[in-house]
C-alpha cells in the first residue's frame, strides 16, 4: 500500500510565525503536491514538485514556499503564518504518467 | 479559472434512493476524469476515473463530451455512501483541478 504520511494532524501556530509541514512517501514517486482544502472551496493546488530539486506553483503559490531534497519528502513552508491561512493542508504523490494521486491524513493548521 | 464545477454543496437522499453528483468541466480537448472520495476521518482516495469505465462500489461516471460533463451516479444509496465526493480533471502533467466537492448525507 502507498503511503503518505504527514508530521503532524492538528497544528496551531501565531502569526508570523515561520511553520513547516512535512510530508513523506514510501512508494518512490516522482510527482508531490501540496493542496489547502476548505469547505465551499474544495482542494486548491499551492505547489508541485516532479523530481527532486523541482517546483512549480499552482494556482495559490501566494505566502508559501517549498522544498524538496529528498524524492520521498516534500515539504511546506509559510514563510510568516497569516489567519488567512487557517485551513486543512493535504499533501499527495503520483507516478509521473499515472494520475491517481495518493493522500495524506492532513494537517489542520489553525493561525491565531 | 474554475475548470471543474460541482453545482450542489449538500445532497441528502434516504436509503435505497438513486443519487447522482453532477460534476461539469472547462476544456475543448480530451479531457481526463475523476471521482475523489472523502469519508468521515478518512484520507481522500481515488474512486473511479473515466478511461477505467468500471463500477466502484456501485457508482458509475459516463464521460459526455457533448455536455462536457462527467456526473456520478449509483442506483441505491446505502449508508456507507455518507462522504464528501470530489470530480476532478487532469489539466496537464498530472496536475489535477478539483471541485467544490459534494457533502452526501444518506439518510437511513
Known amino acids: 500500500d502507498v503511503k503518505v504520511t504527514q508530521s503532524s494532524r492538528y497544528l496551531v501556530k501565531r502569526t508570523g510565525e515561520k511553520v513547516f509541514l512535512e510530508c513523506v512517501q514510501d512508494?518512490?514517486?516522482?510527482?508531490m503536491f501540496w493542496y489547502r482544502q476548505d469547505p465551499g472551496l474544495g482542494l486548491r493546488l499551492i505547489y508541485f514538485?516532479?523530481?527532486?530539486?523541482?517546483?512549480e506553483k499552482g494556482d495559490i503559490p501566494e505566502g508559501y514556499s517549498v522544498s524538496r531534497e529528498k524524492k520521498e519528502r516534500f515539504s511546506l513552508i509559510l514563510e510568516s503564518a497569516s489567519t488567512n491561512q487557517t485551513s486543512m493542508y493535504l499533501c499527495?504523490?503520483?507516478?509521473?504518467?499515472?494520475?491517481?494521486?495518493?493522500f495524506g491524513p492532513g494537517t489542520r493548521l489553525t493561525v491565531l | 479559472a474554475q475548470r471543474v464545477t460541482q453545482p450542489e454543496k449538500l445532497l441528502s437522499v434516504f436509503k435505497g434512493a438513486p443519487v447522482e453528483l453532477k460534476c461539469n468541466y472547462s476544456?475543448?480537448?480530451?479531457?481526463?476524469l475523476f471521482w475523489y472520495v472523502q469519508y468521515s476521518r478518512q484520507r481522500l482516495q481515488l474512486l473511479l476515473r473515466?478511461?477505467s469505465r468500471e463500477s466502484i462500489k456501485g457508482f458509475t461516471a459516463d464521460l459526455n463530451k457533448g455536455e462536457t460533463s462527467f456526473h456520478l451516479k449509483k442506483p441505491f444509496a446505502q449508508e456507507e455512501d455518507s462522504a464528501m465526493y470530489y470530480c476532478?480533471?487532469?489539466?496537464?502533467?498530472?496536475?489535477?483541478?478539483f471541485g467544490k466537492g459534494n457533502q452526501v448525507v444518506v439518510i437511513p
Open positions: 499527495a504523490s503520483s507516478y509521473p504518467q499515472v494520475n491517481e494521486q495518493f
Open positions: 512508494m518512490d514517486h516522482e510527482n
Open positions: 514538485s516532479y523530481d527532486v530539486k523541482m517546483k
Open positions: 476544456y475543448s480537448g480530451s479531457p481526463e
Open positions: 476532478a480533471f487532469n489539466y496537464g502533467n498530472n496536475r489535477l483541478a
Open positions: 473515466h478511461i
